[in-house]
């Protein structure tokens, strides 16, 4: 067994908007790749330039896409305290095969989290920088496509979360 102790920084995005319009923003930003994509891509045995081609046309303007979306909300209101709260897995499969080939480690944070909440204090959304989580890898290489991905997210949860 191996350990690795590393430090991750969250960003937090204020949004100016209500849960749903903020959320409605982030799908438009961070389009859901239909998993019946997906699965046709993996049954039929697709090529990669085929693989390449479907997620080239689904993803977002900034090249990301939601590989999945759990309304964490739905369930956990049933307990009688309401809850908005949206779990993304957010990135791009052509970006997360060529992190994976550097390190297979990475497939630990490709696709990384992203949540659109609603507290007290308004709507939010938040993730862990991907460079910050992808560093303790300890690859330059990675290091150079987290940073994008870095840009990425912010230009998302920005653009998202402002008026």
């Known amino acids: 067994m191996t350990t690795t102790t590393y430090h991750a920084v969250r960003v937090t995005y204020d949004s100016a908007r209500d849960f749903d319009e903020t959320r409605a923003r982030f799908d438009e930003l961070v389009p859901l790749l239909d998993p019946a994509v ?4 993996v049954v039929r045995g697709a090529s990669w330039a085929d693989v390449e081609r479907a997620v080239d046309t689904r993803t977002g303007p900034l090249g990301l896409v939601a590989i999945a979306r759990i309304d964490q909300g739905a369930l956990l209101t049933l307990s009688g305290h309401p809850l908005d709260a949206t779990l993304y897995l957010v990135g791009n499969p052509l970006i997360a095969r060529r992190l994976i080939e550097l390190d297979s480690a990475a497939a630990l944070y490709a696709p990384f989290r992203v949540v659109v909440f609603r507290d007290d204090a308004g709507v939010h959304i938040a993730y ?35 008026a």
Request: charged share 30%; aromatic share 0%; hydrophobic share 45%.
């Open 38 to 41: 997906t699965i046709d891509l």
């Open 128 to 162: 862990d920088k991907p460079s910050t989580v992808l560093a303790s890898l300890g690859s330059t290489s990675i290091d150079q496509i987290a940073r994008d991905l870095d840009d990425k997210i912010a230009a998302a949860a920005e653009r998202a979360a402002s």
